[in-house]
């Protein structure tokens, strides 16, 4: 996966995520999500993260980085519920789909406590 810039004639250049694939003698540009929105610190941070530069900064040498909450367990299991039932599915793409999730995420996890 690698970040493009694509110039645009008369508008701002559209920024992809995208993955390349070999088919055949062939390398075909697959674009996986456009960016041209987001932030610019964004960006450059998921640049960053692709060429690998924040490897170090995952594992920290302090105890207290490597901890996670107690809710984790239970905020992944209700997320793979909302999967595998189709709820995130159903929510469709627009912008407020992860915090409609979220949301339901919230009211599952206090019926299973």
């Known amino acids: 996966m690698y970040i493009d810039?694509?110039?645009?004639?008369?508008?701002?250049?559209?920024?992809?995520?995208?993955?390349a694939r070999r088919q055949g003698k062939r390398i075909v540009k697959v674009t996986l999500a456009n960016l041209s929105h987001s932030p610019p610190q964004r960006i450059d941070i998921l640049r960053r993260a692709l060429k690998g530069e924040l490897d170090d900064?995952?594992?920290?040498?302090?105890?207290?980085a490597l901890e996670q909450g107690p809710a984790f367990g239970a905020l992944f299991v209700?997320?793979?519920?909302?999967d595998r039932l189709g709820i995130t599915a159903s929510?469709?793409?627009?912008?407020?789909?992860?915090?409609?999730?979220?949301?339901?995420?919230?009211?599952?996890?206090?019926?299973?406590i």
């Open 91 to 112: 929510l469709g793409k627009n912008r407020y789909t992860l915090d409609y999730a979220a949301i339901i995420a919230c009211n599952m996890s206090n019926y299973m």
């Open 78 to 82: 209700v997320k793979t519920l909302c």
């Open 57 to 64: 900064l995952a594992f920290c040498k302090t105890p207290a």
């Open 5 to 19: 810039i694509v110039p645009n004639r008369n508008s701002p250049p559209a920024i992809l995520l995208r993955e």
